[in-house]
């Protein structure tokens, strides 16, 4: 079946370095992708999304590409600041369908 | 609006008993999904709602799980007989009637955290 796989963490990092968490993923045909970001104490919020091969998706200075040649979608920010601290989920979905199938998480700790 | 709101957001309950968890989705949003996630885990489907006829339910969804939307607003989850296995973070998350399912992207709530002791 379908699976997504990411990078363990945490990942620590010092504020403006560059961060990407990586994800791959296993999928029949041409399946969504998203970044899904949970800061502590709250619901997951969408970040960004790509819905075919080569988009790229972007929103808050993060961005991933949509790589269908090596199925993967990695998560990536030029600076990343203390604010971003939180858990990053990636996630496919199948055209047609209304559930998602997510990785473990990645947690992201950024120390001033 | 407030969001997809959970209640509660902390149980505590001793195995053999029965729990129930409330979900209120964003009002105009007629599309309702529950999913379970344990530590270290991400969130995995549990069952969704439009309106109030229940499409889809995991096989996660033992006979000890049940989920209603009675009038297609708010959603409760109940467990009977809880098990320590159950102990989970239960998630609630809605998207409109437009929009293309996933692709839309949820609301989430911010979840309600089950122990089992």
């Known amino acids: 079946g379908d699976s997504v796989t990411q990078m363990e963490g945490p990942v620590t990092l010092s504020e403006e370095a560059f961060l990407t968490i990586n994800c791959t993923y296993t999928?029949?045909?041409?399946?969504?992708l998203f970044w899904y970001v949970q800061y502590p104490g709250e619901g997951l919020q969408l970040l960004l999304k790509?819905?075919?091969?080569?988009d790229k998706g972007s929103n808050k200075g993060f961005e991933a590409t949509y790589r269908k040649e090596t199925t993967s979608f990695h998560l990536e920010k030029g600076s990343v600041q203390v604010s971003d601290s939180a858990v990053y989920f990636c996630?496919?979905?199948?055209?047609?369908?209304?559930?998602?199938?997510f990785g473990t998480g990645t947690r992201l700790k950024v120390l001033a | 609006d407030t969001g997809v709101s959970q209640n509660p957001r902390h149980k505590i309950t001793k195995r053999g008993q029965n729990v129930t968890f409330r979900c209120d989705p964003i009002?105009?949003?007629?599309?309702l999904y529950w999913y379970r996630q344990t530590l270290g885990q991400g969130p995995e489907f549990l069952t969704y709602?439009?309106?109030?006829?229940?499409?889809?339910k995991s096989r996660l969804l033992s006979d000890r799980f049940s989920a209603e939307r009675p009038k297609g607003s708010f959603s409760t989850l109940e467990i009977q007989r809880t098990e320590q296995g159950d102990s989970a973070m239960y998630l609630c998350?809605?998207?409109?009637?437009?929009?293309?399912?996933?692709?839309?992207?949820?609301?989430f709530g911010s979840g309600t955290r089950l122990t089992v002791v």
């Open positions: 998350a809605s998207t409109p009637v437009a929009g293309t399912g996933a692709n839309y992207g949820y609301t």
């Open positions: 999928a029949t045909g041409y399946p969504s």
């Open positions: 790509a819905t075919k091969a080569d």
């Open positions: 996630a496919l979905s199948q055209p047609g369908t209304y559930k998602y199938i």
């Open positions: 009002s105009e949003h007629n599309r």
């Open positions: 709602f439009q309106n109030e006829a229940q499409l889809e």
